[in-house]
């Protein structure tokens, strides 16, 4: 009933940046939370950053001062601003929605998910 559609994964040189965007789609009346997570191969799925409705935001110690979590409610879209990546931040990152449909029941989603790579 809910789609989350990510985009703008690739490949980036250490020090570089990306911009990661998902857009969640279906039959949504609001959404709480939206975030993004990440797994990397032979390592456990990791919580990279979190944003509620009214903005607050939460991020993994990891990318602190480096990621920007943000919004917007209008569209039902989450970005994350990724700067001065590293090698580390090489993973495939999932988008995530948690929410209420049009039917007034919850919901909870996660993208296909975007490759992120880091390497020079």
């Known amino acids: 009933q809910v789609q989350l559609v990510e985009s703008g994964g690739g490949l980036v040189q250490p020090g570089g940046s990306l911009r990661l965007s998902c857009a969640a789609s279906?039959?949504?009346?609001?959404?709480?939370?939206m975030g993004w997570d990440r797994q990397a191969p032979g390592k456990q799925r990791e919580l990279v950053a979190g944003i509620t409705s009214g903005g607050s935001t939460n991020y993994a110690d990891s990318v602190k001062g480096r990621f920007t979590i943000s919004r917007d409610n209008a569209k039902n879209t989450v970005l994350l601003q990724m700067n001065s990546l590293k090698p580390e931040d090489t993973a495939v990152y999932h988008c995530?929605?948690?929410?209420?449909?049009?039917?007034?029941?919850?919901?909870?989603?996660w993208g296909q998910g975007t490759q992120v790579t880091v390497s020079s």
């Open positions: 995530n929605a948690d929410g209420v449909l049009t039917t007034a029941s919850a919901f909870r989603s």
């Open positions: 279906g039959s949504i009346f609001s959404i709480n939370v």
